[in-house]
């Protein structure tokens, strides 16, 4: 079992950024490939950015590339999402999700931080 609480979302205006945590307890945190996710109002939950269990390996969503940075830090389980020139369509509930490394779906998931991106 993995239990993840989200943190870092707030109000910000474009162009601005924010650092999204996500923290990880229960067992065998580095074994577990790490996604943000996010879900705006009214639209279906999509995929952001995955990380691999030891971090080497990412992979982003066209409309983030060049923007978000995944990465996570296995001594202090916790998983980050480094998001810079923030667009309005950005603002969304964000969600951290683990899934087992050899797993398709993904198991465990946060409660969500929002970000609202001002114009």
């Known amino acids: 079992q993995v239990q993840l609480v989200e943190s870092g979302g707030g109000v910000v205006q474009a162009g601005g950024s924010l650092r999204l945590s996500c923290a990880a307890s229960?067992?065998?945190?580095?074994?577990?490939?790490m996604a943000w996710f996010r879900q705006a109002p009214g639209k279906e939950r999509e995929f952001v950015a995955r990380?691999?269990?030891?971090?080497?390996?990412?992979s982003y969503a066209d409309f983030v590339k060049g923007r978000f940075t995944i990465s996570r830090d296995n001594t202090e389980f916790t998983v980050y999402l480094q998001m810079n020139s923030l667009k309005p369509e950005d603002t969304a509930v964000y969600y951290c999700?683990?899934?087992?490394?050899?797993?398709?779906?993904?198991?465990?998931w946060g409660q969500g931080t929002h970000v609202t991106v001002s114009s």
């Open positions: 990380v691999g269990t030891r971090g080497g390996i990412t």
């Open positions: 229960g067992r065998s945190f580095e074994n577990n490939v």
């Open positions: 999700a683990a899934r087992k490394e050899a797993g398709a779906e993904y198991e465990y």
